[in-house]
């Protein structure tokens, strides 16, 4: 399954992690609109994780963006205390119903959105979570973000693509060490390696906005 992820937070993922695919998806994912450009908020407490329900919120949130003549761009980014935490732990030995969008879907959503898709990252873009970070267009984040593959520490390969999306990214002399090492790389790090974009200081919302408007 993709993205075997972020092995310093399942501890966090005791709690309800998220709801079931017949409860509402506005209470998982929120598209807004800011002026010519689109929000989409994933809103799974504790860590949004991508539950059931959550990709395809996701997928519904970028394709209102694509079709809308009056959005330029798309912003996505987690609510709470962080941005999101790939694969929903819980669907491991319960697997989500057949026909259920996945991952691997969103992923594919992004690379394949013909507006610029741009993550807005804070707390910790690990596993699963920078994965999905680098399949959007561009990503910015908070100077306390803090970005990595820790799955391979207990040998997990990232499963989601991000071993062929990081080399291309930043190039394979660069990513190798990431990717087999579990390092935790901090923003300005990512930054230098162009992982990341932009820094963006002060309040990540009005920055993310503010940069997707200038790329477009």
Avoid: W
Avoid at 44 to 69: C, H, K, R, Y
Avoid at 152 to 175: S, W
Avoid at 188 to 216: P, T
Wanted: hydrophobic letters at 45%.
């Amino acid at each position: 399954m993709g993205c075997r992820h972020v092995l310093i937070e399942l501890r966090l993922l005791t709690g309800k992690t998220h709801q079931s695919a017949g409860d509402s998806m506005a209470n998982l994912v929120n598209f807004e609109k800011h002026g010519s450009i689109g929000l989409i908020t994933v809103d799974n407490p504790p860590v949004n994780a991508l539950s059931v329900g959550v990709p395809q919120g996701i997928m519904d949130g970028v394709n209102a963006g694509e079709t809308d003549s009056g959005i330029a761009a798309i912003v996505l980014r987690g609510a709470g205390r962080g941005f999101i935490a790939g694969a929903d732990i819980n669907e491991f030995l319960n697997p989500p119903p057949p026909g259920s969008a996945s991952l691997f879907d969103v992923l594919n959503c992004f690379e394949n959105c013909k507006k610029p898709v741009v993550a807005a990252v804070h707390g910790n873009a690990l596993g699963g979570g920078l994965e999905t970070a680098l399949a959007c267009h561009y990503r910015c984040g908070t100077a306390e973000a803090v970005y990595g593959f820790p799955e391979v520490l207990i040998g997990i390969l990232p499963g989601a693509q991000g071993t062929q999306r990081l080399p291309r990214i930043c190039g394979v002399e660069k990513a190798l060490p990431l990717m087999v090492s579990g390092e935790f790389v901090p923003a300005k790090n990512a930054l230098a390696l162009g992982i990341i974009d932009k820094i963006i200081g002060g309040d990540l919302l009005e920055g993310a906005l503010a940069f997707a408007k200038q790329i477009v």
